[in-house]
């Protein structure tokens, strides 16, 4: 067991005797915790939203579910999870990373460093995504995807003069498919089943299954190719 020092945890709150928890962590009421997790010095889980005058980005619903560590998930240094956040069996939440309301890592899914993901957005078993990730809310990310490093997805087309009311899309990442770094997603694009995407890209319209596209905008160059390496 790690320390456990400066636990600052709900009285709702029960920790397992196999939990390794650090320095100065915080759990609030409705953190529900698996065997064997792991809550890194001085992260965070379970707090409530703080939003701007006017954010219509808050889940009601989603903020009153439980905050769920599966058994065996690490949640890394630094780490915010806002109530409502869920990591399955094994999952993975790195150092600073940030999960809103409503977003749940999928068994041995991994976000790294840095990673933002929005409300509501799930991200499937065993998908990799790397630091410094930003997946705007309307997202979906499913099983075995790999995004690369300093990739955002977008989801207001308007920028901000949205009417109220109208929804925020995001990406839609099928299974398999890759992300290289540095991508730009514009809202509502779909990536299909085991496409890959070149690093740099913006791609701004969808991406058809099994096909490689890059540049700005993203075309279609050829087929992809399951090998590793420059493509």
């Keep these: 067991m790690i320390g456990r020092a400066g636990l600052a945890a709900d009285p709702s709150v029960v920790v397992p005797d196999d939990a390794r928890i650090g320095a100065h962590v915080v759990l609030e009421a409705g953190v529900v915790l698996g065997a064997r997790v792991t809550v890194q010095h001085h992260a965070v889980v379970g707090k409530q939203p703080a939003l701007a005058p006017g954010s219509r980005t808050r889940d009601a619903a989603a903020l009153a579910r439980p905050t769920v560590l599966g058994d065996g998930c690490v949640v890394g240094c630094g780490a915010v999870l806002v109530a409502g956040a869920s990591l399955g069996a094994g999952a993975i939440a790195g150092d600073h990373t940030f999960l809103r309301e409503g977003a749940a890592l999928g068994d041995g899914a991994v976000v790294g460093h840095g990673g933002a993901i929005g409300p509501g957005v799930p991200i499937g078993a065993r998908t990799r995504i790397q630091n410094s ?35 925020l899309t995001g990406a839609v990442l099928r299974r398999g498919c890759r992300i290289g770094a540095a991508v730009v997603l514009m809202p509502g694009v779909e990536v299909g089943e085991e496409a890959v995407v070149a690093a740099g890209s913006l791609v701004t319209r969808d991406v058809p299954a099994g096909m490689l596209v890059m540049g700005a905008p993203a075309r279609v160059v050829r087929a992809a190719r399951g090998e590793a390496g420059p493509v």
């Design 133 to 167: 990730v930003m997946l705007g809310p309307g997202s979906l990310v499913e099983e075995d995807v790999f995004v690369g490093p300093g990739v955002i997805v977008t989801n207001d087309p308007t920028m901000g003069r949205r009417e109220d009311g109208r929804t």
